[in-house]
Structures are given as C-alpha cells and as structure tokens.
C-alpha cells in the first residue's frame, strides 16, 4: 500500500510541477509581439533541426520542457520552462529551483523535503530529445523529452487515499 501512496503523491506532485513551471514560465511584460513572433521561428526552427548539437550541452534554453527519465527502477521528471525547473522522482522528492548558464546550463534546486540528491545538476550533453544530466550528489539520469509537451504516460492520475488529515 505504501508504494502505491508513494506512486500516487510523486505522480501528483508531477502534475503540480509542470503546470507550476508552465504556468510561470511566460512573461509578456511590454515585449514586442512581432520580436516575440521572429524569435518563435528561430526556435520552430531549431526545434526542427533537433536543438542542440550531440554531445553538447546547449544552453539553458534547450533545457526547456518536460523531460523524463527512469534511473535505478525510479520514475524522475524534469519541467523546465523560462528559468525555473522543477523535478519529482518516484520516491516523492519534489524539488524546485532555476535553470542557469555557467559554460553549461546548470540546474540549482531545493528539495521540499531536505533530500539533496538531484540538487545541483549539470547538463552534460543534450541534442533536443535526450538530454544526460549528472548531479553533484553523484546520481545521473538520462532525460527523454516529452512530445508534445505532455507528461510522460503511465503517472498515476489520481491523487493519493488515505492522507493524514491533521
């Protein structure tokens, strides 16, 4: 029953993530709509052409979207939109965080819960479709971009029974 409580929350707290991420990754804050508009072809463009080079680890920019990845028999998603990210592992750690450029894009995250195993991630490679990343704890998972933006399948859809109500 456990593992179905714990399957149930990180799934739930996948969901959250991703529309959190999404959901504050836009800022229209006086921009021009027609540079707005030049830069969504460039990026249709270089979405087309697969993003980043393989073997490089692109920039921040190619971070952006909703990754995942099974590491040790352990579901982990990656969200990633504008600068914030956030990620949820199968085991209920829900980390959030931001997305930034030092020679490589780096991932700077804080876990809800104190765990500091996927807190400060390097992208090591990244060519638009799978993007490795290796943690400072030690830990490193290879990410599978979602198509079409969408959550990965088989997350669980409900939210968990049996929560402590105090």
Known sequence: MRIRTVRGIAGAAAVAAAL??????????????????????????AATDG?????SAGSAK?????WSATTDGQAVVLVVGGKQASLSTGDGHLCTGTVTESGKPTLDLKCAD???DRTAGSVESNDGKTMKVSWGAGAADTFTKSADGKLPTGLPTGL?????TN
């Open 114 to 116: 104190g765990n500091n």
């Open 160 to 164: 968990p029974s049996g929560m402590p």
């Open 62 to 66: 190619d971070t952006e979207g909703i």
């Open 51 to 55: 993003g980043a080079s393989s073997g």
């Open 20 to 45: 959190v991420v999404t959901g504050c990754s836009s800022d229209d804050s006086g921009k021009d709509k027609g540079a707005d508009q030049a830069s969504d072809s460039s990026s249709s463009s």
